[in-house]
């Protein structure tokens, strides 16, 4: 079983920055893509952006210029570093991660989400 766990939502003025991160946890042999996405109100969850194990990232055009994604490999870990943000970007903001267990299974996991709420 594989556990991903998001921290550093919260509320942050327009234009303000936050830092969200993301762990992995449990029967884990080796993490391959990791990703963001995002849920707002009455909308259905999309992807911000990626990284690849070798640190290759990609973005959806909202966001292009002010987030960026990172990842340590060693902690099983990755970054949504947020910045400029927009009222347009409150939402739920949930990690995923596509993971080869330790018996060879691949699998998709997905963290419970955490609130980013921008708004003065």
């Known amino acids: 079983q594989v556990q991903l766990v998001e921290s550093g939502g919260g509320l942050v003025q327009p234009g303000g920055s936050l830092r969200l991160s993301c762990a992995a946890s449990?029967?884990?042999?080796?993490?391959?893509?990791m990703g963001w996405y995002h849920q707002g109100p009455g909308e259905q969850r999309a992807l911000v952006g990626a990284i690849t194990i070798g640190g290759s990232t990609n973005y959806v055009d909202s966001v292009k210029g002010r987030f960026t994604i990172s990842r340590d490999n060693a902690k099983n870990t990755v970054y949504l570093q947020m910045n400029s943000l927009k009222p347009e970007d409150t939402a739920v903001y949930y990690c995923?991660?596509?993971?080869?267990?330790?018996?060879?299974?691949?699998?998709?996991?997905w963290g419970k989400g955490t609130l980013v709420t921008v708004s003065s």
């Open positions: 449990g029967d884990i042999r080796a993490i391959y893509d």
């Open positions: 995923n991660a596509r993971v080869m267990t330790t018996y060879f299974r691949i699998l998709a996991a």
